[in-house]
């Protein structure tokens, strides 16, 4: 019952985890034991400490390892988490070539804490293979790549950072939380580690925090279950159980969800007070047809920038529906803003170089009606027009 030959959304249901073989619950059951009985003086069973191994956490990492396509997964307490012990493959003296607008706590995992073990790093556009190129060392040992990107949903070219990385003797991370297997799969890509916040879409519902990453290769899995162990920033069984139970739905989610964002970001393209929309779907992405090329559509997370940081005030202020706070990939809409949360612990200077202004905000498209949200940011809009009108004719008087 490994459901290899089943399309995507078949395999969100009918996989090894399908029903519990002592019992027949459809449900996985939680167990919420720290130690395991050992029968024998000498042998160890398959389970001993849930630190090392449990069988709530062993089936969602047995889940998202079949659905990424690789030999196993591994579950993490947070994003954070399993990003950070991934790091962990490295040892001082290596440098790492990373995307330049990487998630944020990434950013300040690499150059706050990894710069102290003498693991060097270089920020690259990776959208630009010669930058890339150029930012290669001898001691590269790992190229870290995030696409769509966040918050400027930049696209890189998954296969040939891969192939650049194997010609190097480095492997390449792919954080993948805003797409998620169900629009792409870095390992089938060569990509060597998949790592992801399933707090976000997989989980899908703002109440969990968990973080997962995948391999493919066997001796690299040994390498990663070793550092889980030894590090111990495992996933929670009940977190465990949460977050299977939101990949279940992980495809209908997405699917609603990315429609509804197609119709906003052209609603949002064409409307005049606003400057920018980043979206890869769009025809006037720079990446549009790389997307098209390396995933099966654009997600459900977009930015748009508005005149000035005044107007985004404003807005904000007017908008009803999407929560605002930080986060993604729930079933509400979350509207947040990346220069004051997931990004406020990148340097100013070092967001403005990348484009994250303070008139950006970025929207994850939940589930609600999407003509909902336009009759919402339409009425936050003239709102702001409104007062950018008041301010100018008080400009004149
Ligand atoms: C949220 C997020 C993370 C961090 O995950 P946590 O679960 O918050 O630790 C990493 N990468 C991306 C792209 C994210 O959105």
């Known amino acids: 019952m490994t459901g290899e030959n089943y399309s995507f959304e078949t395999k969100l249901l009918h996989n090894r985890q399908k029903i519990d073989s002592s019992t027949g619950a459809v449900s996985t059951p939680i167990h919420h034991a720290s130690t395991f009985h050992q029968f024998e003086i000498d042998r160890f069973g398959k389970y001993d400490y849930s630190r090392s191994g449990n069988p709530t956490r062993e089936a969602l990492e047995e889940i998202i390892a079949e659905l990424e396509g690789g030999s196993k997964g591994f579950a993490f307490a947070s994003g954070m988490a399993a990003i950070s012990t991934a790091f962990l493959l490295l040892s001082s003296d290596d440098h790492i070539v990373i995307t330049e607008d990487v998630y944020g706590g990434t950013f300040r995992m690499v150059t706050e804490v990894l710069s102290r073990f003498g693991i060097d790093h270089t920020f690259v556009d990776m959208t630009d293979l010669e930058q890339v190129k150029a930012a290669i060392k001898p001691n590269t040992k790992a190229f870290y790549v995030e696409t769509p990107s966040n918050p400027l949903l930049k696209v890189t070219d ?69 550092l889980q162990n030894a590090f111990g920033a495992i996933l929670g069984v009940q977190d465990a159980w949460l977050v299977m139970r939101g990949i279940k739905t992980l495809q209908v989610r997405l699917e609603q969800s990315q429609k509804s964002a197609l119709k906003i970001a052209e609603f949002l393209n064409n409307h005049p007070a606003i400057k920018n929309v980043y979206y890869p779907a769009l025809s006037s992405h720079p990446q549009h047809e790389l997307q098209k090329s390396q995933a099966q559509g654009p997600g459900a997370v977009l930015s748009f920038e508005l005149s000035n940081e005044e107007a985004l005030r404003n807005f904000v202020e007017a908008v009803k529906l999407p929560v605002f706070a930080v986060s993604l990939g729930a079933v509400e809409s979350i509207l947040s803003y990346p220069a004051k949360m997931s990004h406020a612990a990148m340097p100013q200077a070092e967001r403005e170089k990348r484009g994250i202004t303070n008139s950006l905000l970025r929207l994850s498209v939940g589930l609600e009606n999407p003509d909902d949200l336009i009759i919402d940011f339409s009425q936050a809009l003239e709102n702001v027009n409104k007062k950018e009108l008041i301010l100018q004719q008080g400009d004149l008087s």
Do not use: C, M, W
């Open 158 to 226: 998954i296969r040939a950072i891969s192939k650049l990385a194997k010609k190097q003797g480095a492997l390449t991370y792919v954080d993948n939380t805003f797409l998620t297997p169900a629009l792409q799969r870095p390992l089938e890509l060569d990509a060597d580690i998949v790592l992801h916040s399933a707090t976000k879409f997989l989980s899908g519902h703002s109440d969990v925090v968990a973080g997962l990453a995948v391999v493919k290769d066997e001796e690299l899995a040994k390498k990663l279950g070793f």
